[in-house]
Structures are given as C-alpha cells and as structure tokens.
C-alpha cells in the first residue's frame, strides 16, 4: 500500500524558517519524481515543488523560488522542503505526493505563518 505522511509543520513568525519532511512506504521513491503541494484555507491546492528520481532537477513555482528548497534522500525513502524567509501567505496545510498527482497525497502537515 502506498503510503506518504507529511510532518514538521508548525506556527512560525514571518520571516523564519521550517523543514518538512516526507515519510513514504509501499514504493521507493528512488524510482519518483515526487512534489509538494500545499492547499491554503478555502482554496485549491497549489503546486510548490517538484524533484526528479534523483534529486538532479529540481522546480518550484514562483511564490516560492529562492526561499524553499526540495531533497529527498533515497535511502531514506524521504523527501524534504526546507523553507525560509516565511510569509503570512504561504500559511497552509503542505502535502508531498507522488509524481505531481494530487490524488496520491496522504497525511499533510499545517504549516501557520503568522506574528
């Protein structure tokens, strides 16, 4: 069964700093691209990042670029999003997925960007 299960999450202030990681069972995600997605109160999900099978190519959506940072570390079966420099904005629950389909998500994480 394939399984993924976000975590480290929390209330920040603007301007700091969270990683979130990305447990995932039932597949090697070596043999992945594998995304983040976040889904903000009353809003669709929203594409952030994506990274190739093995982490070579990385993209991410504009909101984000020079502030978040995807990995994965394949022996781990995890991947990860670093995230810096916090707006109000980017205040969600954040899920990873398999390839960029939204419909393979599991558990997400809150992430709350807020003084």
């Known amino acids: 069964e394939v399984q993924l299960q976000a975590s480290g999450g929390g209330l920040v202030q603007p301007g700091g700093s969270l990683r979130l990681s990305c447990a995932a069972s039932?597949?090697?995600?070596?043999?992945?691209?594998m995304s983040w997605f976040r889904q903000a109160p009353g809003k669709g999900p929203e594409w952030v990042s994506s990274?190739?099978?093995?982490?070579?190519?990385?993209i991410y959506t504009d909101p984000v670029k020079g502030r978040f940072t995807i990995s994965r570390d394949n022996a781990k079966n995890t991947l990860y999003l670093q995230m810096n420099s916090l707006k109000s904005e980017d205040t969600a629950v954040y899920y990873c997925?398999?390839?960029?389909?939204?419909?393979?998500r599991g558990k997400g994480t809150q992430v709350t960007v807020s003084s």
């Open positions: 997925t398999r390839q960029s389909n939204w419909g393979s």
């Open positions: 039932g597949f090697n995600i070596s043999s992945y691209t």
């Open positions: 990274s190739n099978a093995d982490g070579g190519s990385t």
